[in-house]
């Protein structure tokens, strides 16, 4: 049938739009239906949608790039798309699958999810949550890093709007994955990292490995980096916990003792080396899960890109080495090739007997702004040809397919940096990363997201 959805007409308040961000989303009139029929995309239509690009490229704000490594076809997948709802709205995701058919479940997330936000923020129930007019607005007062998952009657409801949507949005992706007719995701899953900014607000969610990280300047004018969002690896207790108590299993393999992994009850498979993923249905009943963490924050002037990138390139640099050679790359417009091109030589510098992760990047410019400088063809804005021509639905055409090396490789601890607090609520049950150092956060290699697939027994599974 195809997801779709309906955009209704969107405007900014030209006055206010310095001090406050504002979200139409006025309900369909009689006598209209004619006039919105043209504003609605299905999926087959994403690829030719305006200011929306998911292949090596740049736009008005940011610049992407992907690199296949060495391990197969890419399993990796990001999108931007400009004009999203309103026209000072981006949507940005990186999605990065693994196992059999990790990449059609990257480009099935990266195409679906956004529709299912736009849908979710049209819902009837959506558009009666604020005034008249269905227009959130933001007090723009004191800077409020993270939002607290607790509904106040003080609470902005844009801020409730957006984590509502986005915890509803991922929660439909992962059931229409559950039920897709031609991807299986039974042992394949994927990341996502996403963020839409809306003014001076930025609305994150995340599940898996993949990572957000802000550059900012301190007082003193010096770039640093602000991780936004927290890996969801096994590592961490809190995930280690809930996993457990589902009748999963956490540990690590001898011969990689830094990598915690999920593991079935009644089989040493399939060693899932994330807490939480979309697909991976062998363990939603133990305890991997794809609910978001959702987080919110209000920029400054002294907030200069977000970078969005899959664990390739955090399995090699550091915050602040990302942060650094973005600020530094000679054009806004190249910063994502250069990136990446950064990782793979710490890749083959640091581990050089292992096979180089793909990695996938977007850095989105919080001014708006994109250098002007003539760009080689490779880094053109990307069209539908161009991106079509790179993936088809089986993964089979112009990338060469290669059998999936499962080689160990050891790790090497990075220095850790603060973390801000994140938070969620799905069904009254709060979730809360408190602000600890933990080495799923910073440069920990892993092997493969997946050991081996499950070998099912039916003795074993009704034991």
């Given at each position: ?59 008005r704000t940011s ?166 969002t927290v890996d ?31 593991w079935l009850p ?198």
């Amino acid at each position: 049938m195809g997801g779709c959805f309906s955009v209704s007409d969107r405007s900014v308040d030209g006055v206010e739009r310095n001090s406050s961000a504002c979200l139409r989303l006025g309900s369909q009139r009689k006598g209209t239906k004619a006039r919105s029929s043209e504003h609605v995309i299905n999926l087959h239509q994403l690829p030719f949608v305006p200011n929306r690009i998911f292949a090596n490229g740049k736009s008005r704000t940011s610049c992407i790039f992907t690199q296949q490594g060495r391990k197969g076809i890419n399993q990796d997948a990001m999108v931007v798309w400009e004009d999203f709802v309103s026209d000072d709205a981006v949507f940005c995701g990186v999605f990065d699958g693994h196992g059999p058919h990790g990449h059609l479940v990257a480009r099935k997330v990266r195409d679906a999810l956004p529709l299912k936000l736009l849908s979710f923020l049209q819902s009837p129930g959506s558009r009666g949550n604020g005034p008249s007019g269905g227009c959130f607005k933001v007090k723009m007062g004191a800077v409020e890093s993270v939002a607290s998952v607790k509904d106040s009657p003080s609470e902005d409801p844009l801020l409730s709007l957006w984590r509502d949507v986005f915890l509803k949005s991922y929660k439909a992706m992962d059931k229409e994955l559950r039920s897709h007719p031609s991807v299986d995701c039974f042992c394949s899953g994927s990341t996502a990292v996403t963020l839409v900014k809306q003014g001076l607000n930025l609305f994150i969610g995340n599940i898996g490995d993949s990572r957000a990280v802000l550059g900012s300047r301190d007082s003193s004018g010096s770039m640093v980096a602000v991780q936004l969002t927290v890996d969801l690896k096994p590592d961490l207790p809190r995930e280690a916990e809930r996993i457990k108590r589902c009748k999963g299993r956490v540990f690590a393999l001898q011969d990689e003792p830094e990598v915690q992994r999920v593991w079935l009850p009644f089989d040493d498979a399939p060693g899932l080396a994330m807490a939480r993923a979309f697909g991976d249905f062998c363990l939603k009943d133990y305890g991997v899960i794809s609910m978001p963490e959702f987080s919110h924050r209000i920029l400054t002037d002294r907030d200069q890109f977000v970078v969005l990138a899959s664990d390739g390139v955090w399995d090699v640099l550091s915050n602040e080495e990302v942060v650094e050679i973005v600020s530094s790359a000679t054009s806004r417009s190249s910063a994502a090739r250069v990136l990446v091109d950064s990782a793979v030589r710490e890749w083959k510098l640091k581990y050089p007997t292992s096979k180089i992760d793909d990695c996938a990047v977007i850095c989105l410019y919080l001014d708006g702004k994109m250098d002007s400088e003539s760009e080689p063809e490779e880094m053109s804005i990307s069209t539908a040809h161009h991106s079509q021509a790179n993936e088809s639905d089986d993964g089979q055409n112009l990338e060469p397919c290669l059998q999936r090396n499962f080689t160990v490789r050891s790790a090497e601890h990075s220095d850790s940096s603060g973390r801000t607090p994140l938070t969620a609520e799905v069904d009254g049950v709060v979730m809360v990363a408190e602000d600890q150092n933990w080495s799923g956060l910073e440069g920990v290699t892993r092997v493969n997201s997946l050991v081996q697939l499950p070998r099912f027994s039916e003795e074993r599974a009704n034991a």
